[in-house]
Structures are given as C-alpha cells and as structure tokens.
C-alpha cells in the first residue's frame, strides 16, 4: 500500500487491516516516519521524536497480533501526544526550554490508557509555551506552521496536534483545551478537535494552566476516529479531583449519519461578533445542510456571551498564576515575553475579583443550560477568521480589524467556562484555501449528540478528504 | 485590586513595585497594557448582577 495513502487512513479503516493482519503496525509506523521526515522541516509539529521506541514497539504489538493477542481498534495505531501530557521515561517539556530535560516518571492517565490500548507513541508534540496561547508560536522550539499554508499558524495551544494530523503525520493526536486549544488549531488546520465534557477525560499528569478551565481531549481527522479515541480514554480517573463519576457509552454508537429531530440552536450573538465574511457563508451553508437532513433549525440567544471573555480571562489568568508562582519567579527571565507577560498580569487580579468572576460563571452555566432545554445543540464558528500570519498581532475580521488572541478564542472560551462538550468538525475553506470549522457544543456528558451531528455532517461533505498541499 | 478608575501609569509602576515585577522599559509597556485590560475585565464582570450566585465549584465531581 502507497505510504501516502496509510498516512492518511483513519484508525477506523487502518485497524480492520491490522485486525485482519493485512497490514502490519510495522508498516504503518514506518509509513508514519517517512511522512514526518518529508513535512516536519516545514511543519515543526514534534518537539520529540520517538522513532526507535516506535519501531520496537510496533514489532512487539506485530508480535501479538500474530500471536492472537489483538487489543483493540488502536492496537498498533500511531498516537502522539501534545507535550504537556506526563510520559514515564519520555522528556515533557510543557513546550518551555525549561522543562528540556524534565522525565517525569510515570504516564499521565491518558498516556496510560493508550498503552493499554496497544497504540503506539510516535512522539511528544510542539505547542505554545504552557499552553498559554491560541496561535502555536514558540521561541523554545521554533514556531508551528500550518499544513495549508505554512507562513499561517496552526492555532494553539495544541498546533503541533493540529498540524501533526492534518498533515498525516500521525493518526491520533491528543490536545488539551482552556480557551479553545483543541478546537482552534483544529478549525484552523481543518481536523475534528473535541474537548470533552469538564471531568470526562483525566487531567492526571497533565501540566496545568487553569484546574477549573483545563480539558484534554482527542484531535484527529475524522470524527469516528474521535470517538474510537474517546472509547479510550475517557473514563472516571481517582487520581483527578475533578474526575467525573457517569457511565461511558461505546461513542461509536453515535455515528449513525443521522440527525432528524435534532433541535440545532444557532446564537444570534455569535454572528454579530466581528466575523469574516467567507466563514460566516460557510457556517451558514453547513447549517443549512443540516437542516435539510433533517435537524431543526431554531435561533436562540445566549446574552451573557459578550461577556464570556471577561469571566474566562479572569478566571484564567487568576488560575494560570497561581499555578507558575514559583516558576514565575525562579525563570520568569526564561519565559516567553508574552507568556510571562500574561502571567503577571494575573498577580493584578484580586481574590475578590476571581469570586466574582466564578459567581459569573455560576449564572453563564446556568444560561447555557436553560439553553439546552431549547435545544439539543449550539451551532455557530469555532472561529471568526482562518488562519492568521505568524507573528501577527491583528488580523481582519470582514471591515474589522481585531486582536488576534482575542479573536481566536472568542467563540471557543464560552464552552471552556461551562464546562460543555464541544466539536470543530471541517465545513469548508476560504478562497486562499484555508480551512473554517464548525463548533457544535451539547449538554455536559451528551457527548454522542455532539458526535451524531458531527459525523453527519461530516460524511455529508468531502472537507474532510482534502490534504493540505504539503 | 483592580478598581473602577482607570489605571494610570503611576498607579502602575507603584502596584508592580510591590509585586516585584519588573522589565525593560519595552516589556513593561506591554504588560502595562495587558494589565488595563484586566481592569476593564474586573468592571465588565462587576456590572454582572451576581447576587445570589455562588462561585462555581468546577472541583466537585459532576454526575450528571
């Protein structure tokens, strides 16, 4: 088979291969190395690189599944993982040249949980510094350039995920999402990026930006390979505070490519937000085509949106300080300046305020829910624009010029602040070929509707099959 | 710490003393900027009527 073509192979179609032994995990990581050796001088997605732990893996796992041993649809599947996730024996860098020789001891429960699945670790990928960023810039380890085009970004903070995955470099990729950091760069990039329900999937092991905004989740091309990703990973963790105690379906049984009956509200204030023109059209046209197959369509109005950046940010940044306090202090010098920057700026906000601001995100839930008895979904952009230049400050959004960091987390930060799944499924590109998504976010814990439209939507489209240039 | 008013340079300069932040002039005019924006965040969420609202407790593990 074209090394090309297993690249590009979901973990649904590549494990039936696997399980029937017509392809071997060997020929699949070696398909995987070729891909990034060819594209990561352009790319920049992995700050390490696990080809010989690889290939010694993927003999073992051929091994077993000669041997009758076959574990599951991720047996011998490529995985990578955003390098904030803790890897026993494996440098975690959290994207900083501070952490370059940090070797935590044990897995993350994530990262275990993979193991167990039989997945293979290709390698710990590039993001912004801590996390603490929407666009995959990075001193340390260079910057992160987007697969449709590289002078573009990847989005952040999980860009070497979105463009790890876009560009077939790996199968599965993992994220973690505060602001948006899994669905930007996947809008961005033109992959599906969920962040799960707040306590679904396990934040053990994962270096923090924000405990009560922290969200990690799977980032890959297609959205069924989303769900074999969740079959795996979420699940009540003890070691996580947060961790949430609910029963796991098989999130599979949510690809039924059918949506009739669905309620989809849209938010009529999401599109009086500074929004491109060319993304507006195409989150309209998909709405549309859902409505065709049957969803119904319904606007609904979410009023506390407009201050959603205000509660996240303060939230955040309260959060995010308190947690690199000591760092802060000891290799603040050491930090990227915006980075750092941020981080201080949260020393100015008082306890007082932060209370406020979770009294705030008290009553946002609560609107979202009371929204969600409307509705079964929200629709709108995971982004106002595409992709951005690296390095840019301000970019155009239609006749307005806005705040780059501002813009990319606008619509993505209000599911952070609640809590609720939400999905960026591909649903076209701009006339410069850069990719728009669709978020569709459902109740907490409904994660097989989110899914269910997702995948409708996305099987109703070819968006999904188009390959970046690269 | 934030308050109503704006924040002048002055007050600045005295708050990040005390914090014991510092940079170069450049850096500093940046963060002096990022930390306006954080008082205008604290005055948009003080115009949200929070009464009776209690803080959301994102640690308390959901069931539902």
Known sequence: ?470 | MASQNQLSREEFDRLREKLGVDGEPAYLDELFTQVRGVFMMADSIRAIDVSGAEPDMAFIPPTD
């Open chain 1, 1 to 470: 088979m074209d090394t090309l073509e297993i690249c590009y192979m979901g973990a649904g179609d590549l494990s039936k291969l696997v399980q029937s032994k017509e392809i071997s995990p060997v020929e699949i990581i070696e398909a995987h190395l070729t891909r990034i050796d060819a594209t990561e001088p352009m790319l920049n997605s992995f700050i390490t690189l696990l080809a010989d732990q690889a290939r010694k893996s993927a003999r073992q796992a051929e091994k077993d599944i000669q041997a009758g041993r076959y574990k599951g649809p991720l047996h011998g599947i490529p995985v990578a993982l955003k390098d904030l996730y803790n890897t026993g024996g494996v440098r975690t860098t959290s994207g900083s040249r501070i952490f370059d020789t940090f070797i935590p001891t044990e897995d993350c429960t994530v990262a275990a949980k993979f193991h167990q699945a039989g997945a293979i670790l290709l390698g710990k990928l590039n993001m912004h510094q801590f996390a603490y960023g929407p666009t995959g810039e990075n001193p340390d380890y260079g910057h992160m350039h987007n697969p449709w085009n590289p002078d573009m970004v990847t989005g952040g903070s999980s860009g070497g995920s979105g463009s790890a995955a876009a560009a077939g470099q790996c199968t599965i990729t993992t994220g973690s999402d505060t602001g948006g950091s899994i669905r930007i760069p996947a809008a961005l990039c033109g992959i599906v990026g969920l962040k799960p329900t707040y306590g679904l999937v396990s934040r053990y092991g994962l270096s923090s930006l924000s405990w009560s905004l922290d969200h990690p989740g799977p980032m890959t091309r297609t959205v069924e390979d989303t769900a074999i990703t969740m079959n795996v990973i979420a699940g009540h963790d003890p070691k996580d505070v947060a961790s949430a105690k609910v029963d796991i379906p098989d999130y599979t049984s949510a690809l039924t490519g059918d949506v009739k009956g669905l309620r989809i509200g849209i938010v009529k204030e999401y599109f009086e937000a500074p929004l491109d023109p060319q993304v507006r059209k195409a989150v309209m046209d998909a709405i549309s085509l859902l409505e065709s197959m049957g969803a119904e369509i319904k606007e609904v109005s979410y009023p506390m949106f407009n201050q959603s950046q205000a509660i996240s940010s303060t939230v955040l940044m309260a959060e995010a300080t308190a947690y690199h306090r000591d760092l802060l202090e000891k290799d603040g010098h050491q930090l990227y300046d915006p980075v750092r920057q941020r981080l201080e700026a949260g020393l100015f906000i008082s306890a007082a305020e932060y209370l406020r601001a979770q009294q705030a995100r008290s009553i946002f839930d609560q609107q979202g829910r009371r929204l969600l008895d409307e509705v079964d979904l929200l629709a709108g952009p995971t982004e106002p624009v595409t992709a951005p230049e690296i390095m840019a400050s301000k970019v155009m959004a239609g006749e307005q010029e806005v705040g780059v960091v501002g813009a990319l987390t606008q619509y993505t930060r209000p599911y952070n602040i609640n809590g609720f799944p939400a999905i960026s499924v591909p649903c076209g590109f701009s006339d410069d070929g850069m990719p728009i998504g669709l978020q569709l976010a459902g109740r907490p814990f409904d994660e097989l509707t989110v899914l269910r439209a997702a995948h409708a939507y996305e099987q109703a489209n070819d968006w999904h099959t188009r390959r970046p240039p690269i």
